[in-house]
């Protein structure tokens, strides 16, 4: 147990559906994130937000879209997406300090996501 | 741009093996570094950190790792592996002062001790 907790566990969608990945933080961290791991590629970073606030986007397509209603809750919202977006979706969340970065990030369990 | 690089992908070793895993990463300033670990079917978890201070930092199940500047790397070794060591490593890195909280990863490299 991390304290981030995520659901679903595993998640398979057509290409046509609308869907969304959950991520909840018991830890009081002031940011979080949405990660993608692939097979075979480095974790890539898709979105950070901060206070709330969207700090990051690394050029992720617009079928993506992240929401993060309070600092404990982040979403990810899914919608026509393609086969080779299938991966595990990790969520994060860590305590930014002005003064020296990111402590350390704390991850969840992940989401496992195919699509068909 | 901050960017991590891994070594070797795959390495395997018998128990009671030593291991070094290499790490080096692209930004000049000045980085938070750490190495996580995913064990099969289990979530990221950190074994060790470096802010500032000792450049030699330990961590938890017998690891450390080395942060030498000069070289631009954070490279972490076990002097005796046991099989349940079987996991996926990756190096992190956040350059704070240039990126702010953002932790970028390098590729992994998964590690198999034999029984």
């Known amino acids: 147990e991390t304290g981030v907790t995520q659901t679903p566990r595993h998640l398979v969608m057509g290409m046509t559906n609308k869907k969304s990945l959950k991520c909840e933080q018991h830890l009081g961290h002031n940011a979080m994130y949405w990660y993608k791991q692939s097979a075979k590629k480095p974790l890539e970073l898709m979105f950070v937000y901060n206070f709330k606030e969207q700090t990051e986007n690394n050029s992720v397509p617009s079928r993506f879209s992240p929401e993060c209603p309070n600092s404990s809750h982040l979403f990810l919202h899914l919608h026509t997406l393609q086969p080779e977006d299938s991966a595990l979706y990790l969520c994060?969340?860590?305590?930014?300090?002005?003064?020296?970065?990111?402590?350390?990030?704390?991850f969840g369990q992940g989401t496992r996501l195919t699509v068909v | 741009a901050q960017s991590v690089s891994q070594h070797n992908h795959h390495v395997i070793l018998s128990e009671a093996a030593s291991l070094e895993l290499g790490c080096n990463y692209s930004y000049g300033g000045t980085v938070n570094l750490f190495w996580y670990v995913q064990y099969p079917g289990q979530h990221l978890q950190l074994l060790l950190k470096y802010f500032s201070g000792d450049p030699l930092v330990k961590g938890i199940k017998g690891f450390e790792a080395e942060f030498i500047k000069s070289k631009f790397s954070f490279n972490l070794r076990k002097p005796s592996v046991q099989w349940s060591d079987t996991a996926e490593y990756f190096c992190?890195?956040?350059?704070?002062?240039?990126?702010?909280?953002?932790?970028?990863f390098g590729g992994g490299t998964r590690v198999l001790v034999k029984p």
């Open positions: 992190a890195v956040n350059a704070w002062e240039a990126a702010g909280n953002k932790l970028t």
């Open positions: 994060a969340s860590s305590q930014d300090r002005q003064d020296r970065g990111n402590t350390e990030a704390f």
